[in-house]
């Protein structure tokens, strides 16, 4: 007898139904065999931390909490919003004059990205705390003349605390400005040429239309950034801004304990990372919402539903 088959490929209503095929996965025993040694190492390198006697972790316990350790913290948190409340701001005006027609306003902002840009942070960090060699006094009046608005002491000005704002802000805004001026550029220029038609103005446009869609482009390595900034804080420990860096290094030059010191500032640092990393995921999940990156899980979600799917499969196989 001969089983005859629709167009579709299957056997037509009331004829025999075919065998149901058992998909067996690929086994990826690289992948296991991989993962397998990766914990071992990493189990093997806490271990060996832990048990290391150089480490003192006695120590570490009693600086981890003090109050000199949070002290160092304020200045680094206000630091960082501050630094990069600046140079976000000032970052995006440079990139509207970068994208102007003006040749002037995109000659100023390409000179100052060219500058800051091209110079380490740590030779600015130095020039703005030592700005009073430079100039004594700092003055505002009417150039040329002998008429003065304002004048104070450089030094009086210039604090360590705003030197650092400064050398961090100004570095930040040549960096901003790149990321804000790709993000805008990524946006179809039909955006900008359907509003004006609608009669809306340039700047309105801007607000409205043009860097709400381009925050899908922006967002992710300005939260990149933002950590970044956090760690570039320890470097104005140069001019003793008195951040978290800074007074760990003022514990270990009268204790001498330098690797506890240095764990403690690490434990700290890799704890505001954490914590920062959680508003950047969620930011990229709702600017991307609508595309394929808005639906990126994170990695505990990935690890987590990894591991149910392996418990799915097993109890599926059991139950079989």
């Known amino acids: ?39 071992l190492a990493l189990v093997g390198l806490i271990g060996s931390l832990a048990k290391n ?20 913290l304020g200045t680094t948190l206000w ?75 450089t030094n009086t000005l210039l ?24 993000g805008i550029q990524s946006v179809d220029p039909g955006q900008t040429e359907a509003a004006h038609s609608l009669g809306m103005r340039p700047a309105l446009t801007m607000r409205r239309i043009v860097l709400p869609q381009a925050m899908r482009v922006i967002i992710p390595p300005m939260g ?4 970044n900034m956090l760690k570039m804080t320890a470097l104005v420990s140069v001019i003793s801004a008195h951040d978290l860096m800074s007074n760990i290094q003022d514990v270990y030059a009268q204790n001498y304990q330098v690797i506890p010191m240095l ?20 930011l990229e999940r709702r600017y991307g919402r609508g595309t394929a990156r808005g639906a990126h899980a994170s990695p505990l979600q990935r690890m987590f539903g990894g591991t149910a799917r392996l418990v799915g499969k097993k109890n599926k196989e059991d139950g079989r």
């Open 53 to 72: 006697d150089n480490l003192h972790w006695d120590v570490v316990g009693d600086y981890l909490f003090a109050d000199l350790i949070f002290d160092g």
């Open 224 to 227: 990149n950034e933002t950590i």
């Open 263 to 282: 764990v403690v500032a690490s434990l700290w640092y890799l704890a505001l990372v954490s914590v920062l990393s959680v508003p950047q995921a969620w």
């Open 79 to 153: 630091l960082t919003a501050a630094a990069m409340a600046l140079g976000l701001g000032l970052g995006t005006l440079l990139a509207v004059m970068r994208l102007s027609s003006s040749p002037v306003l995109y000659g100023i902002a390409t000179a100052f990205v060219w500058v800051f840009r091209g110079t380490p942070l740590l030779v600015q960090i130095i020039f703005w705390g030592y700005a009073g060699a430079l100039y004594k006094f700092v003055k505002i009046g009417v150039p040329f003349t002998d008429i003065t608005f304002f004048q104070t002491e």
């Open 159 to 182: 604090t360590p605390a705003v030197a650092a704002l400064l050398a961090l802000g100004l570095n930040e805004a040549a960096y901003a400005s790149e990321i804000v001026r790709a």
């Open 1 to 39: 007898m001969t089983v005859t088959k629709d167009a579709l490929g299957a056997p037509p209503a009331g004829g025999p139904r075919a065998p149901e095929l058992d998909v067996v996965p690929v086994r990826n025993y690289g992948r296991w065999t991989a993962a397998v040694i990766s914990v």
